[in-house]
Structure formats: structure tokens, C-alpha cells
């Protein structure tokens, strides 16, 4: 059964930074692609950004992009995601997520669709204030 567990969220100001990780419990990690989503109070689950197993690219939600940064350790069976310049509409719920599929390379709308994911984190909440 694979597990992933986030880590690192917590109360900022907005302009702040935080850094999340998702460390997952399974030997084939660097072939798999992952995810990360949020969900805010009342909205629906949302897209945030993703890397495919290589590494090689990330992708990422246009209201995050050039503030956030995903990244991987496959020696540690470990994602992070890097959060600049943080704004309260940031607050939200913060999922990682894998994709059981090996070496597959996707494309930018394969990854940002919630159901290609089969494993989830149990989520760190992330608060911004104002």
C-alpha cells in the first residue's frame, strides 16, 4: 500500500514563503509522475502544479505559476513544492498525489486532471493572512 505524507504547511503573511513536501512509501518513486492540488473552503479541488518522472519539466497552474516550484529527490522518495510570494487566495488544503503509472511522460493536460492520480496524501493546510 503506498502512503504519502505532506509536511510543511503552516501560517504565513501574505509575500511569505513556505516549502511543502510529500515523502512517499514506495521503491519505484522515480518512475512515477506526481502531483499537487489544494482545495479552499467551499471550492472544489484544484490543480496546482506537477512533475513527470523524469524531472525534466514541471507544469503548473497559471495562478501560480513563476511563484511556486515543484521539484523531486528521488533519493528520498520525496516532492516539494516551493511556495514565493504567497497571497491569502493561496489558502487552501495542499494534497500531493501519484500517478501509478511508470516512465509515462503525459502531457500538460494529462497532469492536471485530478482522476489520472490514484494515490493521496491526507493534505497540510496552508493559511495566508493579509
Known amino acids: 500500500q503506498v502512503q504519502l505524507v505532506e509536511s510543511g504547511g503552516g501560517l504565513v503573511q501574505a509575500g511569505g514563503s513556505l516549502r511543502l513536501s510529500c515523502a512517499a512509501s514506495?521503491?519505484?518513486?522515480?518512475?512515477?509522475?506526481m502531483g499537487w492540488f489544494r482545495q479552499a473552503p467551499g471550492k472544489e479541488r484544484e490543480f496546482v502544479a506537477a512533475i513527470p518522472w523524469s524531472g525534466s519539466s514541471g507544469y503548473y497552474a497559471d495562478s501560480v505559476k513563476g511563484r511556486f516550484t515543484i521539484s523531486r529527490d528521488n533519493a528520498k522518495n520525496t516532492v516539494f513544492l516551493e511556495m514565493n510570494s504567497l497571497k491569502p487566495e493561496d489558502t487552501a488544503v495542499y494534497y500531493c498525489?501519484?500517478?501509478?503509472?511508470?516512465?509515462?511522460?503525459?502531457?500538460?493536460?494529462?497532469?492536471?486532471?485530478?482522476?489520472?492520480?490514484?494515490?493521496w496524501g491526507q493534505g497540510t493546510q496552508v493559511t495566508v493572512s493579509s
Open positions: 514506495v521503491r519505484t518513486f522515480s518512475t512515477h509522475a
Open positions: 498525489a501519484l500517478d501509478t503509472r511508470s516512465y509515462y511522460a503525459g502531457s500538460s493536460t494529462y497532469f492536471r486532471t485530478d482522476t489520472i492520480y490514484d494515490y
